[in-house]
């Protein structure tokens, strides 16, 4: 069965530290592409960062990188110098060959001042 | 400006009252799909739609009903709501071409069934 694990309900970093929020996921399919996603408290999902299961590079977005191991089928995020407002929701997500689209439980982070 | 709408935001109502719960799109985007948000959970897709016409189920279809008569729009139907689809609805709307294509979600529909 697709599924989305994230280990970590949730997580505590300290203002300006870096971040790493746990993400593996269960496919058989070879192409799919991997998503995470913001939910702040006001609830809207702002998309962050994306990967595609051909991709040989992680993917990277501004202080948002993607740790990318295909083998051991993980898509960790990595949060750089951590910000108050980064205190949200975070969901990882998977996209299969046939356009489902599976999330996470998600990973609720709080940034200490 | 590029959005996806839902109506209502919210809505309370009673077991076994038909419902339905609008989305609509500016983006010309062929996938569309539905979602629900409970604690713990996650979300999870609920219909998708890759054009007019053709829907899938997703994870939880049970319950509810869609349709794809329109590009732009993607009603979410619940034909005889129970408590247990208490939850918070999200539509989402992209591209369809392989690759980046992020989803943009609406602004999501707290839907309360006694």
């Known amino acids: 069965a697709q599924k989305i694990t994230q280990t970590q309900p949730g997580m505590f970093v300290q203002e300006k530290e870096a971040v790493t929020l746990d993400c593996t996921y269960d496919?058989?399919?070879?192409?799919?592409?991997l998503f995470w996603y913001k939910q702040p408290s006001s609830g809207e999902m702002i998309f962050l960062i994306y990967?595609?299961?051909?991709?040989?590079q992680n993917a990277t977005e501004g202080r948002y990188s993607l740790n990318f191991q295909k083998a051991r089928k993980s898509a960790n995020l990595v949060i750089s110098a951590s910000q108050l407002g980064d205190s949200a929701m975070y969901f990882c997500?998977?996209?299969?060959?046939?356009?489902?689209?599976?999330f996470g439980p998600g990973t609720s982070l709080s940034v200490i001042p | 400006e590029a959005q996806v709408t839902q109506n209502p935001r919210y809505l309370i109502t009673v077991t076994g009252k038909k419902l339905t719960v609008t989305c609509s799109q500016n983006?010309?985007?062929?996938?569309m799909s539905w979602y629900r948000q409970d604690p713990g959970l996650g979300l999870r897709q609920i219909y998708y739609?890759?054009?007019?016409?053709?829907?899938d189920k997703g994870d939880v279809p049970e319950g509810y009903k869609v349709s794809r008569k329109e590009k732009r729009n993607f009603p979410l139907i619940l034909e005889s709501p129970s408590p247990n689809q208490t939850s918070l609805y999200f539509c989402?709307?992209?591209?369809?071409?392989?690759?980046?294509?992020?989803?943009?979600f609406g602004d999501g529909t707290r839907l309360s069934i006694l």
């Open positions: 997500a998977m996209k299969t060959s046939y356009d489902k689209v599976i």
């Open positions: 989402a709307s992209s591209l369809l071409r392989t690759g980046n294509q992020p989803q943009h």
């Open positions: 496919t058989s399919d070879q192409s799919y592409g």
């Open positions: 990967q595609g299961s051909y991709d040989e």
């Open positions: 739609s890759m054009n007019v016409e053709v829907t």
């Open positions: 983006m010309n985007h062929e996938y």
